[in-house]
């Protein structure tokens, strides 16, 4: 099992430019999660989701969309990209509520 | 609102030396607690979680509802314990909110 994989590794975008972070997960895992971490903070949550079709906004979610349309698969949309979103992205999922969550490698995103 | 706090960025021991690394939470409802490591070039991993009470690689932490406090703790700390130590807590039955980490150094 590969786990949790996420595309791409690296990326700069310019203000105002869209794009969309991938992620695969082949655990069969129902619940999904992507999570912002800006230096030297802490990881935020921006969506998470219960299962494919189901999504719902974490702490964080102004500036960008989700949609969970597999159960392996849960990108995430930055529309207009601003500087405040540059950050590192981390897409996790977990079987269930309450069991572990797994993490992605994560994303390292700049936009200037 | 919930937060965490792990209040040092960077903790260098020798190595053999207790380890100490501190979490303090704010929470309303009933706390459960995590601590993540990431070591150097590998994922964030789950190390362990109050309510399975059991110690990983050495290390425990106890939940301490009066102090809002999970610390970690190792006896003797070793050189491959050198990582990222993240503080988390659950909230409204599957979120995460996460500390801002705390470097663990062990040094030879």
């Known amino acids: 099992n590969a786990g949790v994989t996420q595309t791409p590794k690296f990326r700069i975008l310019k203000i105002g430019q869209s794009m969309t972070l991938q992620c695969t997960q082949d655990m069969n895992h129902n619940y999904m999660y992507w999570y912002r971490q800006d230096p030297g903070m802490g990881l935020k949550l921006i969506y998470y989701?219960?299962?494919?079709?189901?999504?719902d906004k974490g702490e964080v979610p102004n500036g960008y969309n989700v949609s969970r349309s597999t159960t392996e698969d849960f990108p995430l949309r930055l529309e207009l990209a601003a500087p405040s979103q540059t950050s590192v992205y981390f897409c996790?999922?977990?079987?269930?509520?309450?069991?572990?969550?797994?993490f992605g490698p994560g994303t390292r995103l700049t936009v200037t | 609102a919930q937060r965490v706090t792990q209040p040092e960025k960077l903790l260098s021991v020798f190595k053999g030396a207790p380890v100490e690394l501190k979490c303090n939470y704010s929470y309303s409802g009933s706390p459960e607690l995590f601590w993540y490591v990431q070591y150097s070039r590998q994922r964030l991993q789950l190390l362990l979680r109050h309510i399975s009470r059991e110690s990983i690689k050495g290390f425990t932490a106890d939940l301490n509802k009066g102090e809002t406090s999970f610390h970690l703790k190792k006896p003797f700390a070793q050189e491959e314990d050198s990582a990222m130590y993240y503080c988390?807590?659950?909230?409204?039955?599957?979120?995460?909110?996460f500390g801002a980490g705390t470097i663990l150094r062990v040094k030879s």
């Open positions: 989701s219960v299962g494919a079709g189901i999504t």
């Open positions: 988390a807590l659950k909230y409204y039955g599957n979120k995460l909110v």
């Open positions: 996790a999922s977990s079987y269930s509520s309450s069991k572990e969550q797994y």
